[in-house]
């Protein structure tokens, strides 16, 4: 038996519902974004590492989402409200990506919970609140302690091999 588009488009609304979001115009760390994003882990995906974005800071709706891989050649499938965006503004939506992607692979492989990113995002915890949550932060807290932005936390993951950066 064949599931309808419907029955799909469905299932996948009640997926997304369930993984964390950011709305661009909450951003506080690093500052708003002109775009938003549903992100979760992906235990449950069999697939590569990747968020689902919209280019809309005001509004998150399931349906106008797209696509955006954080691994391999960093694909984007844009939402069906997308298709004007240049390529500029995509470049800056990929840069954001990039420069969090120790975090984003964390959350991807839970060893930290997507609402706590999403909290230090909104501004609602510091960079070393959001650090406690880490599976590792209590085997690493003394040098953790020291680290207080994520250009360092990623060097200290890499060094370590604490995160799975997924080829990048």
Same mark, same amino acid.
């Given at each position: *038996?064949? =599931?309808? $588009?419907?029955?799909? @488009?469905?299932?996948?609304?009640?997926?997304i519902l369930a993984?964390?979001?950011? @709305?661009? $115009?909450?951003v506080k760390n690093?500052?708003?974004?002109?775009?938003?994003?549903?992100?979760?882990?992906?235990v449950e995906y069999?697939?590569? /590492?990747?968020?689902?974005?919209?280019?809309?800071? +005001?509004?998150?709706?399931?349906? *106008?989402?797209? /696509?955006? $891989?954080?691994?391999?050649?960093?694909?984007? /499938?844009?939402?069906? &409200?997308?298709?004007?965006?240049? +390529?500029? +503004?995509?470049? #800056? %939506?990929?840069?954001?990506?990039?420069?969090?992607?120790?975090?984003?692979?964390?959350?991807?492989?839970?060893? %930290?919970?997507?609402? =706590?990113?999403?909290?230090?995002? @909104?501004?609602?915890?510091?960079? &070393? #609140? %959001?650090?406690?949550?880490?599976?590792?932060?209590? #085997?690493? @807290?003394? #040098?953790?302690?020291?680290?207080?932005?994520? +250009?360092?936390?990623?060097?200290?993951?890499?060094?370590? &091999?604490?995160? &799975?950066?997924?080829?990048?």
């Amino acid at each position: *038996m064949e =599931v309808s $588009k419907t029955v799909k @488009r469905l299932i996948q609304d009640d997926a997304i519902l369930a993984m964390s979001n950011v @709305r661009g $115009k909450f951003v506080k760390n690093p500052s708003t974004l002109p775009f938003s994003f549903y992100f979760s882990s992906g235990v449950e995906y069999p697939h590569s /590492i990747r968020v689902k974005p919209s280019f809309n800071p +005001e509004k998150l709706k399931p349906s *106008m989402t797209g /696509i955006l $891989k954080l691994s391999d050649d960093w694909g984007f /499938i844009p939402g069906p &409200n997308d298709g004007n965006i240049s +390529e500029s +503004e995509i470049a #800056e %939506m990929k840069a954001f990506f990039r420069r969090y992607i120790v975090l984003f692979s964390a959350v991807w492989d839970e060893q %930290m919970q997507d609402g =706590v990113l999403a909290d230090y995002f @909104r501004g609602d915890i510091t960079f &070393n #609140e %959001m650090l406690t949550d880490l599976d590792f932060y209590e #085997e690493y @807290r003394s #040098e953790l302690d020291t680290i207080d932005n994520v +250009e360092d936390l990623e060097k200290f993951c890499r060094e370590h &091999n604490l995160v &799975n950066m997924y080829g990048n």
